[in-house]
């Protein structure tokens, strides 16, 4: 396969996860401000910094209003993170290896695109929301089910999934990373209603929110939810899981180049510590210089498969 | 479709039948439904220089242009003869120019036009094709009546619609399918490839590695380029993948350099190789003329085939075919004058309303005035244009172009069409039965092209 296909789909498929997580991120951030009594700008704050835009934001806007920060989040041009800058850049990337994708995948991709060009031209209304946030959910599905029904497990297989994965990780640790803070050990045992609206917004962003309560108590506990989207290997965006995903595909790779790069150690040692590390021992050296660790180790490895498959050079 | 007692035309006759059967709403919900057959497929082309609708569907007329077999074969047999004789000029102009030593065609004609390129001149291709795809445009006067428009001979687009307009036929209508015998087109990736591939550099040993290569994915026709090389099952590379390697084109793939034999390009013959031609080209190869011409891949079509389409060149088509295949053309050339002459320009000026008048180097319906549509302000202002650079022009009558109808909302309506078989060449010429028919939408218009508001249709040929 050419290189320039393999940075096709890694990117097609890194850019539709983001718009997809982008979604839930202004999902979860609008359920907080309906369970607030007194509703916040800060509540935005924190989901701009989960999204990686906070400083972005502010050069395009003087001050931050939810409904600023929702269409930022979710249309601005500016924002190369935006939904609709995501989507964009998503079929832009499948428009250029579209010979690599069946059919099924390529139409999924291209409406998804028409959909949400159309219902993303003016700004939305708050009533319109959900439903917007709905077709976005929807349309990056039916990608992810086309893709899933109809292409051949091969390469063009692998490097999708890998560019899913370290996408998803990626947003999965920056969401933890921004409110560390709230699932430390607290003074009180007991989490104030207050921590319960932010520990249940952390599993809403991932939409974990169900799930949680089938592995744990239904009872909301900082351990578990840390652990929930750290370690537990069957939550299908927790870093455990992604790392699984990560380096099976690069198995794959590996076996059918019969090589190996730089990337294949990089991710084997992160999905080993992910394993053998508890989340009390995490908690204990430090949950944001451990989440911190792990952004830059999923760097590395995004950049050593970039190198190691030569996608530019 | 109908003669000039109204009775439909023979190829037409199980067609009109069919229509007449038709509900009228239907068919028009039925054009929307192709439309968004294409919309979601993604069936676009750029038009340059409008920022807003980067991508632009080409619109789908959904009744089909018939050609009776008849008429097909002789119309086949006029093409072939004209792709013979093109190559046999090609060849001839980059090796011992007899043409020109015959008087037949003036030297300066081609030593001085930009698409003549003195880096071919004494080496030949690989099985001595230079022209492996060529498009040529035709218009109907009457019956069996043809005039060739146009041989486009470097990279002739459009072919994709023709496949799809076929397939979209087929999905919507499939009952015509059983009632007409309509010839197949749908085989044309696969002879594209076994044609390309037949024509390997002799270098090449085991089975020969094509690719397509594009200019990537603004350029107008990318999805075309995206197409035939998914259709055809190989790599579609940009000149940023390719690289020239231990005397080979290598691309650059996840598992490092692998050589490319047979490379269908559908970039410029400027923009081929930095090193050769445009220094500042970014979409080519640095050194694939080197490697070209130690006969270490073959580039279809050659470079420099741009000499035989050349619209000054046109006007010696038939003399050209003459000289090389010794019989008369089959097919009619439109008269033409060429603004370079003074007695030409002279009547070209006097008759300015009547004509249609081309830039040589034109293509895509850009920079041409119709005379009879225009208004007396365009003609005055074109002539300055003319009088200032003549070379620049060739000047034809406007033909009495056969219509065809197509759907409108108060049922059919006669539009003028034009027609632009796809031809093969190895050591074989291929005429794919059908084309891309290609409609003037609007009423009286003679403009087709697609960038000027141009539709398509659907092109049979029936079997006898």
Known sequence: MLGRTANGLYWMFRYIERAENGARLIDAGLRMSLTRSEATEDDWDGVLQSAGVRELYDQVHDKLTSSDAIDFLLRDRANPSSVMSCIEAGRHNARMVRTALTRETWEATNECWIEMKQSLTRMVRPAEMPEVIDAIKRRTGLIRGAFHGTMLRNEIFNFSRIGTFIERADNTARILDVKYYVLLPAVSAVGSSMDNVQWESILRSVSAHRAYGWVYDAELKPANIADFLISNGRMPRSLAYCYEKIVSNLGYLAREYGEKHAAHETAEQTLQSLRSRSIDDIMDQGLHEYLEEFISHNNRVGQEITDGYRFYN | MMNADTSPRQPYSTYHEWYASQDRNRLIAKSKEAENIFRKTGITFAVYGHADSSEKLIPFDLIPRIISGREWRRLAQGIEQRVIALNAFLDDIYHKQEIIRAGRIP????????????????????????????????????????????????????????????????????????????????????????????????????????????????????????????????????????????????????????????????????????????????????????????????????PGTGISDDKAIYSYMPEIVEFYTGRKPLLENVPTWRCSEPQSLKYVLEHLEELVVKEVHGSGGYGMLVGPTATKRERTAFAEKLKERPGNYIAQPTLSLSTVPILVNKGIAPRHVDLRPYVLVSDKVQIIPGGLTRVALKEGSLVVNSSQGGGTKDTWVLED
Do not use: W
Request: charged fraction near 25%.
């Open chain 2, 107 to 302: 030297r300066e004609l081609i030593e001085k036009n930009d698409a003549f390129l003195p880096q071919m001149i004494g080496f030949r291709p690989p099985g001595g094709v230079y022209t492996h795809i060529v498009g040529t445009d035709i218009v109907r006067t009457g019956e069996d009546q043809f005039y060739v428009l146009e041989d486009n001979a470097r990279t002739p687009s459009g072919v994709s619609y023709m496949l799809e307009n076929r397939e979209t036929m087929m999905q919507m209508f499939p009952e015509l399918f059983h009632q007409n015998r309509v010839r197949p087109v749908e085989n044309y990736p696969y002879l594209l490839r076994q044609s390309l591939a037949s024509l390997a550099p002799p270098g090449c040993t085991g089975k020969p590695r094509v690719a397509v290569l594009t200019p990537g994915i603004y350029n107008s026709a990318f999805y075309e380029h995206a197409f035939l090389a998914d259709m055809m099952g190989v790599e579609l590379v940009e000149g940023s993948d390719l690289r020239v390697i231990d005397g080979k084109v290598k691309m650059r793939t996840t598992r490092g350099y692998t050589a490319i034999d047979v490379l269908y390009r559908r970039v410029d013959d400027d923009f081929l190789d930095p090193l050769t031609f445009r220094p500042d080209s970014a979409l080519g190869i640095p050194g694939i003329m080197d490697v070209y011409r130690a006969g270490n891949i073959t580039i279809a079509n050659a």
